[in-house]
């Protein structure tokens, strides 16, 4: 489920960044709460699969593009959000998954997922604790700050 | 890292009980320790410090290491007085020694000449407690070039041509530019507006044993692990420890100020970390618990003869509630920003400070920065623009793609103080230790949303004019969830409509003080922990002088 919700192509998914032991762990610990969402979830999941899709007897025996069906009808709620100050309140089954997966896949490798930086390979993060600038592609040639040309004359409106 | 600390008995009357450790907090305890007081500060969190600070997403924003927990301190809200509020997350604070500083972006703007005495200046607003505060801001310059100077702020003095007059330039130059900055720069100019480096409470330069930025990339609602962010934490608590007459005392829960009965405060009752009850005593009682708090406290300490709270006569206690309005865009560009790297902000302008209510039809001014205060985690939540696949491979490559192009324009501006606007205490829910929860009443003037929404315009035509390949706008919305704590007990010079005199002394209790958010009369334009340390350093002055002269103890 979790290498669905982050495919593996060409850089590494939710599979190589280990993100169901992280989801293991996490169950024990920050989010033991949500134990009986999967509990439940689970069975569902299986239940989904068989109903879609019958002689398939588990959700890992589907085909990727069969998991992606059984995952849509899950998915009630259809696009990114606006932002959240923090990522928490997950209910549906689906979105505790995907917001676990998520954590698992781009959190800071020292805080045990996100397995050889993996996630952060794919988004372009690099895994320092320090930087230099210049920064990105924009500030490289930035000749120093200039005031605006017209400043002298601008006063307060 | 911690110098030794007297141990003060709870029977020992020492000459301040400091309650609270934060921007407002440690600065008081550090000058009042300094001037030969002996101190005892209750912090209700932890003693954390570098070494216990984090780069893990879980511990920090899901577990709230750093903050108030909902589990332990749950809160309510609704929107109206004629609502019955329902428990969810209405605010956050760092809950720590140190307090909000800790984990706050460390955007350090001054106030204005105008943000003082804006009422004299358009009038009054219909349905608000619109004031000029008793204080202008002549008065408060020397302290906020303490904060730059003592705290540590890293700027250009007079590269705004709206900044209100300096006595002394920044002490350090302004922190390196990112590339968001660059973008905004050079499209605001384009634009006709004035950009400048933000002053930033981060040190650009090794300063007073503490390190430069790192620019590691977790600074918003994070604390630093180096010591860079000018924290209360690194920046005054330290030195007030090094006076030798100052106790920091950590996960000690106020949750009531005692009364003689002569009407003045003897110090303040608190729940130690196992729960105990314990009796500080104290000459006078300094609260700078945040703009939640602190009314809670008051309303939490009600007496016989303060039955609607203490230093309550005026009823206003926990009124004029202002979050500051806000609205954000966002840019994707052709090629990385890299923006994860370093602090959140590297340009900002002033050129709407005061708009004329007149041509735009609301009152209201503010400011727009450049920033990315995403966390990875958090960007992936939040960060991507609507109609993106929320999982799967669309999913992935707009997320591979953006996190390295992506910026923020976020709009910063005025609240207007609404009476009905509050904290109080919710007459139902109660925190593990069976105290009324915060309960907030929060709905936005409508001056307020309209302002965040043509702030907003002018951030979507600024991501045109820098050549964003996609942009997009997150509405100025009614706010449900407080972050910056603002005028719960106001200042004034008339005990009916305000809480403290320009002192920071209660009408009400001649040795009882409150300084922090809730101080605030005006909302100012966004940022107002630079403001929050300045007063707490002229509080600090001028209760020195009112101590020195005998006058707490008359």
């Known amino acids: 489920m979790t290498a669905r919700i982050i495919p593996t192509d060409d850089l590494p998914g939710a599979r190589e960044a280990g993100a169901v032991y992280f989801i293991d762990r996490a169950l024990t610990t920050f989010a033991s709460e949500d134990q009986q969402t999967y509990r439940n979830g689970l069975p569902a999941l299986l239940g989904k699969t ?108 | 890292m911690r110098p030794e600390q007297p141990k003060y008995k709870t029977s020992d009357e020492v000459d301040f009980l400091i309650v609270g450790s934060g921007a407002a907090g440690g600065i008081l305890a550090k000058e009042l320790s300094t001037n030969g007081f002996r101190v005892v500060v209750l912090e209700q969190g932890p003693y954390l410090t570098e070494t216990d600070f984090t780069h893990d997403e879980v511990k920090v924003l899901t577990e709230d290491l750093l903050t108030n927990h909902p589990k332990l301190q749950p809160t309510s809200f609704r929107k109206t007085p004629e609502e019955k509020a329902v428990p969810q997350r209405a605010l956050v604070y760092g809950r720590l020694v140190g307090g909000t500083s800790v984990h706050f972006t460390a955007n350090f703007w001054r106030f204005h000449e105008i943000d003082f005495v804006e009422r004299s200046k358009v009038g009054a607003i219909a349905g608000t407690g619109f004031s000029d505060w008793p204080i202008i801001y002549a008065d408060l310059e020397p302290y906020y070039t303490k904060v730059e100077w003592e705290i540590g702020v890293s700027g250009l003095a007079g590269a705004s041509p709206f900044d209100p007059p300096r006595s002394k330039p920044y ?103 196992e729960r105990n009850v314990q009796r500080q005593k104290a000459k006078a009682v300094v609260v700078c618990a945040n703009g939640a708090e602190t009314p809670r406290l008051l309303l939490l300490s009600a007496n016989r003869q303060f039955p609607n709270g203490l230093a309550n006569s005026s009823g206003l206690v926990g009124k004029y509630l202002m979050l500051n309005s806000g609205a954000m865009s966002m840019g994707v560009f052709e090629h990385p920003l890299n923006d994860y790297k370093g602090f959140a902000v590297s340009r900002i302008f002033h050129d709407f400070y005061e708009l004329d209510a007149h041509q735009v039809g609301f009152y209201g001014g503010g400011g727009l920065d450049a920033r990315f205060d995403f966390t990875p985690v958090g960007f992936a939540m939040g960060g991507l623009p609507p109609g993106t696949p929320r999982w799967g491979q669309g999913f992935k490559d707009t997320l591979r793609h953006n996190f390295t192009r992506t910026m923020e324009i976020f709009c910063h501006g005025t609240s207007l103080p609404v009476e009905t606007n509050s904290f109080s205490l919710d007459p139902d829910l109660k925190d593990a230790w069976g105290l009324p929860a915060l309960r907030m009443t929060y709905k936005d003037h409508p001056d307020d949303i309209k ?59 001649k040795n009882l003080f409150l300084c922090d958010g809730s101080s605030l009369v005006t909302s100012g334009r966004g940022q107002p922990t630079m403001t929050i340390e300045a007063l707490a350093f002229r509080a600090a002055d001028r209760i020195t002088a009112l101590a020195k002269r005998g006058d707490l103890s008359a």
């Not at chain 2, 981060?202 to 962010?229: D, H, M, Q, T």
């Not at chain 2, 045109?464 to 007990?489: I, M, N, R, Y």
């Open chain 2, 171 to 273: 002490p350090m130059p302004p922190l390196p530019v990112k590339s968001s900055g660059v973008l905004f720069e050079r499209a605001a100019q384009k634009l006709g507006w004035h950009p400048f480096p933000a002053p930033m409470a981060i040190l650009s330069e090794p300063r007073a044993g503490r390190s430069a930025c790192v620019n590691c990339g977790f600074c918003l609602a994070f604390g630093c692990e180096v010591g860079a962010k000018s924290s209360s934490l690194v920046a005054a608590i330290r030195v007030a420890e090094r006076t030798g007459r100052c106790e920091i005392r950590p996960n000690s829960y106020v949750h009531r100020i005692e009364l003689d009965t002569a009407g003045r405060a003897t110090g303040a009752v608190y729940f130690d970390a």
């Open chain 1, 50 to 157: 068989e109903e879609m899709f019958p002689g398939v007897r588990s959700f890992s025996a589907a085909t990727p593009d069969q998991q992606d069906q059984i995952l849509h009808s899950f998915d009630e709620s259809g696009q990114t959000g606006r932002r959240a100050f923090r990522p928490r309140g997950a209910q549906t089954f689906f979105e505790t998954v995907r917001t676990h997966t998520i954590i698992a896949f781009l959190i800071d490798p020292d805080s045990g997922g996100n397995r050889d930086g993996a996630g952060w390979k794919v988004i372009g993060r690099e895994r320092a604790h320090s930087f230099q600038p210049p920064f990105g592609a924009y500030d490289k040639d930035y000749p120093g700050w200039q005031p605006a040309p017209d400043r002298t004359e601008k006063t307060k409106t």
């Open chain 2, 451 to 509: 302002l965040g929404n043509w702030m907003n315009l002018r951030a979507s035509e600024l991501l045109d004019a820098a050549g964003a390949q996609k942009k997009w706008s997150l509405p100025a919305q009614e706010q449900q969830f407080a972050v910056h704590l603002l005028g719960t007990c106001r200042m004034g010079q008339d005990p009916k409509t305000s809480v403290i005199n320009a002192d920071h002394r209660t009408h009400d209790v």
